[in-house]
């Protein structure tokens, strides 16, 4: 009996093995010559240079794949090349609806990912809701576009814009507090991305008992490229510290006007400088960014990566295919390089590219993937809350340095340096 | 605020009124309406940029460089344009799509060439520090491009009003066809009007580094916008009525910015809809426009 018994469950073995190599074989045989992503970028516009870079480094990572033979698709057991299909929007949300439902109904796309920025990726959410289609969002942050009851998005490459604050907040309710901050003006370009993070500043330096006040707070078009009247406005009400959201544009007219306008403030925070630091740099100046407050991302972080580049390795990629193209490498070309490996995961551990199993594979991946921004995790409606956005301050040679939290700080907050 | 708007107000508008001075003398000698304005002013910005950065140039140099390089290219453009345009039946709206389509070509040619990413002249260049005026501190930038609008517009209105040249072009302005008539070379009268438009604009373009914050290939849109307004509040086709234009843009802009700065964006669209609405002529405008 015993031998019978061995018998059996070889025989048993042989066929489930038998079975699965079959099975893999069908699957291999049915697998498609490519996958084709759909993606959207602006060329031209406004929005040109937050989505240039972004579209550059997901091309430069899906040349990388097809270069080794494309990605592991797990749902066919094999790797296959991968066809990135992107259309210019030129900065037009209307041009951007329609292209997204081009890439989904005539296209046939198998991962549809949407422009950058929120006000690009506005107009895709819904689109994409509608027809039942996973939207890889690379840096759409607006905090409106994630709901419990939407389970077609996933931010991939920035923090939610209610997350990306809580630092700054935490940073002027505590260390600059003690450092004599008790007043602050709240300037902001009114669009998804700065809007809701001015919101979450707002309510937070609004609770009971906190130690600093708002004595300025107004909204202007993410359109202005003169700053020098609000400025003038802005030392009116005596503020300590001023802190204008904007756009790369906003904080480059902004810094420059108050460079310009001689006014002093205890302490200056822009977004951008810590983001897009080249840009900004090279605009600017050094002495400009001297003492101004900023996000710090993995530009300004030392992050190892489980998957994917590390930041030096990707701006020396980056730079070797692109060179002086116009295109500068910052944290939109590191955002594309993100979305790309989110993507590679994706396709790694789906089941099948059906939507729902694409959206279990990219939830699947929250809290496991170290990419070279830190850990991908996810909130369940999608926003994704992994990443930290720490607060540094610039130096006088254009250093940007961690002052909070102090767990990360490489350095001291200095006030009265701009 | 209300005399540092006030105040910003007069001297920001001075730029704008150098932004649609050539659009309006473009539109005024010719009747076409050139919406790559706008993007000729962009290539002014880039070439002065350029010209800072590789050759070391002062704008104050590349200013009358830009001007010279402007004029030269827009003579052999108009000669390949215009005369044809001239003959179709409703120029005016043929220019619109025609220099529609120059304006998207200039776009996309300068986003290859240039890259997407923001540009600019750092603005030490123009000087150090604010410019105080009755107790405001003012932009230096601010005070120079409008010292160099003003320049502009006298240079032009001597042009127009004290040589044979400008004699003649303002006959053309009158009447297009009475100009033939009289034996008048309208077509050597309108391509020297229409490279001066060009080089207005490349001298506008030269300071928009240091009015605008930064320059990228997209900016040509929205300084068409403003052109419009500007040039339709002060009277469409009176390039010295681009002044008036300019002077309440610009106030109107900074008053908004103080007082409803979310809503600023909207100022060229309720300029030009009240406008059109109240005096369609514009503020110093003669003649109603049909077309």
């Known amino acids: ?418 | 605020m209300l005399l540092h708007a006030l105040l910003g107000g007069v001297i920001y508008g001075c730029y704008f009124t150098l932004i649609g001075l050539g659009l309006n003398l473009v539109f005024g000698v010719m009747r076409i309406v050139n919406l790559a304005h706008g993007d000729v002013l962009m290539l002014g910005a880039f070439a002065a940029f350029f010209l800072f950065h590789l050759a070391g140039l002062s704008p104050f140099i590349a200013a009358p460089l830009v001007m010279v390089g402007f004029f030269l290219l827009g003579l052999p453009f108009y000669y390949l344009v215009v005369p044809r345009l001239a003959l179709a039946k409703d120029a005016e709206m043929l220019s619109l799509i025609l220099f529609f389509g120059v304006q998207q070509i200039i776009e996309a040619l300068a986003a290859i060439a240039f890259g997407s990413s923001e540009r600019s002249i750092p603005g030490r260049v123009l000087g150090i520090g604010p410019f105080h005026f009755l107790g405001q501190n003012l932009s230096r930038a601010w005070v120079i491009g409008a010292a160099i609008a003003a320049g502009a517009v006298i240079a032009l209105y001597l042009y127009l009003y004290h040589t044979r040249s400008g004699l003649l072009t303002r006959a053309v302005m009158a009447s297009r066809e009475e100009a033939l008539a009289s034996g008048i070379a309208i077509h050597r009268i309108s391509a020297r009007a229409f490279a001066i438009g060009l080089a207005l604009a490349g001298l506008a373009g030269v300071f928009a580094p240091f009015m605008l914050g930064s320059v990228t290939p997209a900016m040509g849109v929205s300084v068409n916008l403003s052109a419009f307004a500007v040039i339709i509040v002060g009277s469409l086709g009176n390039p010295l009525g681009t002044v008036a234009g300019g002077l309440i843009y610009g106030i109107g802009l900074l008053l908004m910015q103080t007082y409803f700065s979310a809503w600023a964006d909207l100022l060229p669209n309720l300029l030009l809809i009240g406008v059109l609405l109240v005096r369609p002529t514009g503020l110093l405008g003669r003649r109603v426009r049909l077309a």
């Not at chain 1, 740099?281 to 972080?301: H, P, W």
Request: net charge negative; aromatic share 8%.
């Open chain 1, 1 to 418: 009996m015993t031998a019978w018994r061995k018998w059996g469950r070889g025989l048993a073995v042989f066929a489930v093995l038998v079975a699965s190599g079959l099975a893999g074989g069908a699957r291999a045989e049915n697998a498609p010559a490519e996958i084709k992503i759909g993606h959207l970028h602006a060329g031209s516009g406004p929005y040109a240079s937050i989505s240039m870079p972004v579209y550059d480094s997901l091309k430069l990572w899906v040349e990388q794949q097809n270069a080794n033979g494309g990605a592991f698709v797990k749902a066919y057991g094999k790797k296959i090349p991968l066809k990135l299909i992107s259309y210019d929007d030129q900065s037009n949300p209307g041009t951007a609806a329609t292209l997204t439902n081009q890439l989904i109904t005539q296209d046939k796309v198998d991962l549809l990912v949407c422009d950058s920025g929120s006000v690009l990726t506005a107009v895709s959410v819904p689109i994409a809701r509608e027809h039942k289609m996973f939207l890889f969002d690379p840096t759409g942050t607006g905090a409106a576009f994630f709901s419990k009851d939407n389970p077609y998005i996933a931010l991939l490459a920035d923090p939610v814009s209610t997350v990306w604050p809580r630092y700054l907040w935490e940073f002027l309710k505590s260390d600059a507090a003690k450092l004599g901050i008790k007043r602050v003006a709240l300037l902001y370009a009114t669009n998804d991305f700065t809007g809701t993070q001015a919101n979450s500043i707002r309510a937070a330096l609004k609770e009971p008992g906190s130690p600093v006040e708002i004595v300025f707070d107004q909204g202007v078009p993410t359109s202005t490229s003169n700053y020098s009247v609000l400025i003038d406005n802005i030392a009116a009400t005596n503020p300590d510290m001023v802190l204008e959201l904007g756009y790369v544009g906003n904080d480059i007219a902004f810094l420059r006007n108050l460079q310009e306008s001689g006014q002093k403030f205890k302490g200056v925070f822009t977004l951008y400088p810590g983001i897009e630091t080249n840009v900004l740099r090279k605009n600017v100046g050094a002495q400009g960014l001297a003492g101004v407050f900023s996000y710090v991302t993995a530009l300004g972080l030392t992050l190892k990566p489980e998957v994917g580049m590390t930041v030096e390795e990707l701006r020396a990629a980056f730079e070797k295919a692109y060179g002086e193209g116009g295109v500068e490498f910052g944290w939109n070309a590191i955002a594309g390089h993100v979305t790309g490996l989110v993507i590679g995961e994706t396709l790694a551990h789906a089941d099948s590219l059906s939507q729902p199993d694409l959206h279990r594979a990219v939830f699947g991946l929250s809290g496991k993937l170290k990419t070279l921004v830190g850990t991908f995790e996810l909130r369940d409606d999608g926003a994704q809350i992994g990443e930290l956005t720490p607060i540094g301050q610039f130096d006088a040679t254009g250093k940007l340095g961690v002052v909070y939290p102090s767990d990360l700080a490489t350095a001291k907050p200095v006030l009265g340096a701009p």
